[in-house]
């Protein structure tokens, strides 16, 4: 009896992995184009470390005509939670990330390489275990649960390094005709690989994100086909990632220290073995020290937050690219106008520690991308978004004409206003805007420290509407009228007069119009008030300002 009688003792029906390697042939891709995955396990809310794993992997993938696909890496069935993987399909719609190839829901799919489930490509596994067997190079290991813990506690009380290995792998020794009799027995086993490495021997490793790293070789005969017939992450990643034909592994540092046996299990199985980016983890601080963001701790860990609050995703997406690459910032700066796709990402070029997470950066690059968008983006964008968390402004924007004049103020033009990070402060931003809203509450007109006579503010007020309002008027007119207002109460009509003469005058235009802003709109600090006033129109004007003036 030999390799081949167990081998086929233990998968009987598995193909030759020849089938495999026919069926999923090399990719026939332009020179230099780059394959890279998102593999996500559907274990919970997707992160915003892999949000970012998977942007670089998708940037770096289109960037050289190559492929992005998603992969879903469901082994661990007993951690995958409900929705788990539409989940993670959404995540990646909604930040308009959707992968080229792979899940497109949680049973649909696109793709020559697949199936992209891995609880769906039990045969394919078991076919390269059988493959492994067949050369002694995989072995079934009988050893129960509590002989595993028998052993690891003899090496803990021995302070020697844990793990099955060496003079531990007590299967590793047993002869084909011992293994076939105990399987004939009814004994329970999993198929564990039979590592050729000895940790005394150094190997190398160039990760292109790490650069250069030393590894003792791999000596652990670690576990390949688990006793549910499902394989562990480390084989399922080498069978996957080369069936896939997947050029560059991108995938968070927690596995840089797996590379030895990743390698090595290439190796044994015959297959090339593709470039590793190890990615640093997102940090935050917290107390003067830096710390991973926690799924626990950090609301902001989570991608679905960002949906929430309303951040733009393209904000969440330039952010991640300011941090994958210190030169996006000057690129940006250069070209202010331009699409963050043409940025010539470097996934060489990412930091080798972690980056500090920064979300009052992220909110100023929301608010350049607001202020860029036409009123009609900011409409629907918003509209979207407060049907589903704010229906008291889906309320607001009912008006779409209105609404639209609304957010055309100040909008479209060389300097646009920046004054919306996210969706979610649109309702604070333009309900002033709206007579239901402004007249529900009572104003606290909270008036200028230089104009705080109540009856100059009458005055003033009642003198715009009955001499100086007319909602014809252009806007130089409009602001010489205030001049004149001014001028005529006493205040300078000029900020220079007064600035010479400060006891000439008892203050000047400027605080003049801060009164009629403030009767206006309630607030100190608005857009240009000549464009509120058309877009507010004449009843609602006078009606304000007479309600001020009460
Ligand atoms: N399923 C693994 C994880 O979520 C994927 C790691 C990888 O990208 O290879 O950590």
Not at 478 to 506: Q, R, T
Request: glycine share 6%.
């Amino acid at each position: 009896m030999d390799y081949k009688d167990l081998a086929n003792l233990i998968f009987p029906d598995a193909k030759e992995i020849s089938y495999y390697e026919e069926k999923y042939p090399e990719r026939n891709l332009p020179e230099g184009a780059v394959v890279t995955r998102f593999a996500p396990s559907p274990t919970g809310f997707v992160h915003i470390g892999g949000l970012y794993q998977a942007l670089v992997a998708r940037t770096i993938a289109q960037k050289t005509g190559g492929v992005f696909f998603l992969r879903v890496e469901d082994t661990d069935q007993k951690r995958e939670v409900e929705n788990g993987v539409t989940g993670i399909v959404n995540s990646l719609k909604d930040f308009d990330m959707a992968p080229d190839e792979g899940m497109i829901s949680d049973t649909e799919e696109i793709g020559n390489y697949g199936p992209y489930k891995q609880s769906l490509r039990r045969d394919i596994y078991q076919a390269y275990a059988k493959y492994l067997i067949e050369q002694g190079k995989a072995y079934p290991c009988f050893c129960t649960v509590e002989e595993g813990e028998e052993i690891r506690q003899k090496q803990e009380s021995a302070k020697i390094r844990p793990g099955y290995y060496g003079v531990w792998a007590k299967c590793r020794n047993l002869t084909v005709e011992e293994a076939i009799q105990k399987i004939k027995n009814g004994e329970n086993y999993i198929i564990r690989f039979k590592s050729p490495g000895r940790e005394d021997k150094k190997i190398k490793h160039k990760d292109i994100i790490k650069g250069n790293v030393d590894f003792p070789e791999n000596d652990q005969d670690i576990v390949i086909i688990k006793a549910d017939g499902l394989p562990t992450y480390h084989f399922a990643h080498a069978v996957d990632d080369h069936l896939m034909r997947t050029t560059h592994v991108i995938r968070a540092d927690e596995w840089l220290s797996s590379v030895p046996l990743h390698l090595q299990l290439f190796q044994e199985l015959g297959f090339k073995a593709p470039k590793y980016a190890h990615i640093s983890p997102i940090m935050k601080n917290d107390n003067g020290g830096k710390r991973k963001l926690s799924k626990r701790k950090d609301p902001e860990a989570a991608v679905s937050y960002y949906k929430e609050q309303g951040i733009p995703y393209e904000a969440v997406k330039e952010y991640l690219l300011n941090i994958a690459n210190s030169t996006f910032e000057n690129w940006r700066r250069a070209n202010p106008d331009k699409k963050m796709e043409e940025f010539d990402f470097q996934l060489n070029k990412m930091s080798v520690s972690g980056a500090l997470f920064d979300m009052v950066k992220l909110l100023d690059i929301g608010k350049t991308i607001i202020s860029k968008m036409t009123a009609e983006e900011v409409y629907e964008r918003s509209y979207e978004w407060a049907k589903e968390y704010d229906l008291d402004l889906e309320d607001l924007l009912k008006d779409k004409s209105y609404a639209l004049k609304v957010f055309g103020i100040e909008r479209g033009n060389k300097k646009p206003r920046k004054d919306i990070s996210k969706w979610s402060e649109v309702k604070e931003n333009i309900e002033y805007m709206y007579d239901n809203k402004f007249f529900e509450k009572s104003q606290n007109y909270s008036y200028p420290e230089a104009i705080s006579n109540k009856e100059d503010i009458s005055k003033i007020l009642k003198l715009y509407i009955e001499k100086y309002y007319d909602e014809n008027d252009d806007k130089q007119t409009w602001f010489d009228k205030i001049k004149a207002l001014s001028v005529e109460m006493g205040y300078a009509g000029e900020v220079k007069e007064f600035k010479a003469n400060p006891d000439k005058y008892k203050a000047h235009v400027g605080d003049v119009s801060t009164v009629i802003r403030i009767a206006l709109t309630g607030r100190t600090n608005t857009p240009d008030m000549y464009e509120i006033m058309k877009v507010l129109g004449k009843e609602t004007v006078i009606s304000r300002l007479e309600k001020a003036i009460k």
